[in-house]
């Protein structure tokens, strides 16, 4: 079955350090990886996506992701945070399941940025 | 710029009561979902239609909860009678297919009391 792991359910950095958020996956095929951002009382945005083309993914913002099929991981990093990056971060698999495709999210990461 | 739209933003109501939730998908998406997001549950996914129908709406509790699409530009969700456990941020999402990224809307806040 495919899951989604984030391992860190927060994440405190200063502002204009690097960022690193984890997410380890579980796919029994090539899988569809996604990272969205949700501010508060906000709808989720679509950061960035991975689905089979360059492993190296760049997205919104300055994010970017490395799918690594060997770690099963999908990390998002970001060179240098910004304090409008303070948000809540999913890592999403999608998943075929029973002849449908579904979402898989990972439960969150909240980056908080400090001044 | 092409958005997903909901109606209504914020609704308080009372217990037993009717809810009917609106979602307007983007344009040309012929895949829509309907999320539930609590503290407690996260991100649920409630259903999943694709050209208007219903290809799982197993995360819904069926004896209260019922979800539509009465045309490609409408698609509702509807609860009846309310109960102060239904409390959460009602998102409607749309996609091209289940595959691909979706586009979420800003979400119902629904409060009820």
């Known amino acids: 079955a495919q899951s989604v792991t984030q391992l860190d359910s927060h994440v405190s950095v200063s502002e204009g350090t690097p960022v690193l958020l984890r997410c380890n996956y579980s796919?029994?095929?090539?899988?569809?990886l996604f990272w969205y951002v949700q501010h508060p009382n906000k709808g989720l945005q679509l950061l960035l996506k991975y689905t089979s083309a360059a492993t190296l993914v760049k997205g919104i913002n300055g994010f970017e992701a490395e799918f690594k099929k060997s770690e099963t991981s999908f990390h998002l990093t970001k060179p240098s945070a910004h304090m409008s990056d303070a948000a809540e971060y999913f890592c999403?698999?999608?998943?075929?399941?029973?002849?449908?495709?579904?979402?898989?999210f990972g439960t969150g990461t909240r980056l908080k940025v400090l001044a | 710029d092409a958005r997903v739209t909901q109606t209504p933003r914020h609704k308080v109501t009372e217990m037993g009561q009717e809810v009917t939730m609106r979602c307007q998908p983007i344009?040309?998406?012929?895949?829509v979902f309907w999320y539930r997001q609590t503290m407690m549950q996260g991100l649920e996914l409630l259903a999943y239609?694709?050209?208007?129908?219903?290809?799982?709406d197993s995360g819904m509790p069926k004896d209260r909860f019922s979800a539509e699409m009465p045309d490609a530009t409408l698609a509702t969700l509807k609860i009846q009678p309310s109960e102060p456990r239904d409390s959460a941020v009602y998102f409607c999402?749309?996609?091209?297919?289940?595959?691909?990224?979706?586009?979420f809307g800003p979400g119902t806040r629904l409060t009820v009391t």
């Open positions: 239609f694709r050209n208007r129908a219903p290809l799982d």
């Open positions: 796919s029994s095929y090539s899988p569809s």
């Open positions: 344009l040309g998406h012929n895949t």
């Open positions: 999402a749309s996609g091209l297919s289940g595959a691909d990224e979706q586009y």
């Open positions: 999403v698999v999608s998943s075929l399941t029973s002849g449908t495709y579904k979402y898989i």
